[in-house]
């Protein structure tokens, strides 16, 4: 299967990091407007580099089309990839709005494309892990779930402070835990939601009340000086929790005084492997996906939701079936 990456900064290195683990994959070229970067990442990885999709399906044979840009770019590059026929593979957020997302959705259908959205969190053992458990009844009927998550504020030249172009702390940062909630628990029946800035901080709070009754909680921060993550799930039976900080990595000395991390569980496959190996199934017809890009969708209106209920400090009600 031949595959392309739009992007050349952090994710979409990590990606085409990914790409390379696996079995039976080559990698036809990379797109991105930094030329510099561009031109070191594409030698890094023996590939060709392109300035445009239109370039790369000129070019190349390509199968699919594997979209890590900012987020404002999404609908434009998605669209422009199924319309030359390619499967997609769309970092998260899939769009900026529920309506851009809609217009991917219906234009991927359109051209008979299969999109698939990289909402990571499935792939963690820890999160894929604990929706098992909540499904299988291990905490009885479920409760009260508390979520957090948080990571230090972007720099203030980055794209993620424009929420023009990141939809800002709900969207991007929210995105991971909402979709897992929606993935666990269904469709969310009404959202309060409220946001904090004080001098290069924020926080977010997002209170859910599930179709099935379950109450959520999910606190979101752009104010730590490291990344953390945290869940408690409490049902009438008993109650499952998660910290990211109890699995800090070890520091090991070696002779040369050089510390290597390694993780206390050193997985055989990071996330990311997992779930373009799940995609590569997806597009091959061995599998169905484990998120699909309505799932995204939804996301996207609670997200849309709780933006609104921050700025007019009201609950928002969502119809049937979370819209």
Known sequence: M???????????????????????????GVIARNQERLNKVTSGYATKAFNSIEELVANT???VIDICTPTHTHAALVMEAANHKKHVICEKPLALTSEEAEDIIKVCAENNVQLLVGQ???????????????????????????????????????WYTDESKSGGLFMDLGVHDLDWVLWTFGDVERVMAKRVKRSGLEYGFI?????????????????ETKFKASFELTGDKGMITYNHDDSNPLAVQFRSDENVQLPR????????????????????????????????LKVTKVVEAAIKSANEGQPVTLGKGGN
């Open 2 to 28: 031949k595959v392309a990456v739009v992007g050349s900064g952090k994710l979409g290195q990590r990606h085409l990091a990914s790409w390379t683990k696996i079995e039976g994959i080559e990698i036809v």
């Open 61 to 63: 044979d390509v199968d």
């Open 120 to 158: 990571t969190l499935r792939f963690f053992p820890e999160y894929a892990n604990a929706r098992v458990q909540v499904k299988n009844g291990a905490i009885g009927n479920p409760g009260v779930m508390r979520l957090s998550r948080g990571v230090p504020h972007p720099a203030k030249d980055s």
């Open 207 to 223: 209170n859910l009340k599930m179709t099935d009754g379950t109450i959520v909680h999910v606190e979101l921060s752009w104010a």
């Open 265 to 296: 569980n050193i997985l055989e496959k990071d996330p990311y492997q997992r779930q373009l190996e799940h995609f590569v199934k997806c597009i091959s017809g061995e599998a169905q996906p484990i998120i699909t890009a309505v799932d995204a």
